[in-house]
């Protein structure tokens, strides 16, 4: 099993591909010590034959590759393809489309939140998959035979996945109901985040404006060092740490030494300089200019209120077969409580009329929750 190392295969390749109709895709790649995802193998395959590209292969043009990705007469199918997208748009700024994903395909079609691919190609494709190759290191050259099995196998299944899904989607007159997902998916933005943004990524609770301040500034400084030094932000700054400075507010290095998240003798590297002068930077940030640190305009809502839509949220998607984390999240059930009118997805397209008109219902007493036979029932009242 040979892997394409030359522009020449690969362009001949990919014109064979894009006669067809859709073509599966994976990639294998390292970024546990880059900032950068690292991409090692590309896996494609279509209704009658698969390829493995070597992207590491000196000399190798992947412009046949990118061109077929963005062959709007292919469908280019994925299973859980977030990561797999993101290369794509680091290296070419690259959306492969059309999209489908396999995992939120299953999603739609009844197989709950996460399902994996081993589990969809066991179901649909009746094939087991050894997994043992996995976590093994995709940049070592030459690959392994075991490497190679498991990494044809990714694509070569997935052809009998992606037809079984699409016909349940289609049988069932669920296809657009990925439209809104796929659109999230092949979204520029979702993989270009501005340095600014980068404090929305962290948790923790920040009270004060000046809390606030110092964490948007701290997070786009970690987020700018990893870019260019290509490592992991923890490798920079970790999240603990981060929130711990906003909190306290260091404006000398001693007073950044006593922190318990700072290792020792960290202070007085340059990044400790950096950070302190971050810390002076977000103190002269006018207050007003911060985002709001909880929504004002938000109505109270009733915790009750939320749970009994959660339990209905639960039984109306294991009675349509669908998975609850696509109809709607808690955010979700927390705002229809608080306001009928909620501009959230689960009160808009076929979500509200899956589940957001039985949600407003429940809420406004036109229909209750009952057990009966072992199952919670709705009863309109």
Not at 93 to 114: E, K
Not at 189 to 214: C, H, M, V
Request: contains cysteine; negative net charge; aromatic residues 6%.
């Amino acid at each position: 099993m040979s892997l394409i190392s030359d522009t020449l295969t690969l362009q001949t390749a990919c014109t064979r591909l894009s006669s067809h109709s859709y073509v599966t895709v994976d990639t294998e790649f390292m970024r546990e010590t880059t900032f950068y995802p690292k991409l090692c193998l590309i896996q494609i395959a279509s209704e009658d034959e698969d390829y493995l590209i070597d992207p590491l292969a000196v000399g190798l043009d992947l412009g046949p590759f990118f061109a077929l990705m963005r062959d709007t007469r292919v469908v280019k199918v994925f299973h859980s393809g977030r990561q797999d997208l993101e290369i794509l748009w680091i290296l070419d700024r690259c959306i492969p489309n059309p999209c489908f994903d396999t995992q939120v395909a299953a999603m739609v079609a009844g197989y709950g939140d996460s399902v994996s691919y081993e589990q969809l190609a066991h179901d649909l494709a009746k094939a087991k998959i050894d997994k043992s190759s996995r976590f093994t290191d995709w940049s070592q050259r030459p690959l392994s035979e075991a490497q190679l099995v498991y990494a044809r196998s990714d694509v070569t299944h997935l052809r009998a996945v992606y037809k079984a899904l699409a016909a349940t989607l289609a049988d069932s007159g669920r296809a657009e109901w990925l439209v809104d997902e796929m659109a999230i998916l092949t979204s520029p933005s979702t993989y270009e985040l501005d340095p600014l943004d980068a404090w929305k990524r962290l948790r923790g609770r920040i009270r004060k404006p000046r809390e606030l301040a110092i964490l948007m500034e701290l997070a786009a400084w970690r987020e700018r060092e990893a870019r260019n030094r290509d490592v992991p932000r923890s490798r920079v700054l970790k999240d603990d740490a981060i929130m711990d400075i906003a909190t306290s507010a260091p404006r000398s290095v001693e007073a950044l030494s006593k922190l318990r998240s700072i290792p020792n003798g960290f202070e007085r590297s340059r990044s400790g300089a950096d950070i302190i002068a971050a810390v002076e930077r977000a103190l002269t940030i006018d207050p007003k200019s911060l985002p709001e640190l909880e929504r004002q305009d938000r109505k109270p809502y009733n915790p009750a209120a939320v749970e009994l839509l959660k339990v209905l949220l639960r039984m109306t998607c294991d009675t349509e077969g669908v998975a609850a984390k696509i109809v709607a999240t808690v955010d979700d059930l927390e705002a229809i409580a608080a306001d009928d009118e909620a501009d959230v997805p689960a009160l808009r397209g076929w979500r509200r009329g899956l589940f957001g008109e039985k949600a407003l219902a429940l809420k406004n007493g036109h229909l209750a929750l009952a057990f009966s036979s072992g199952k919670v029932v709705a009863v309109k009242r």
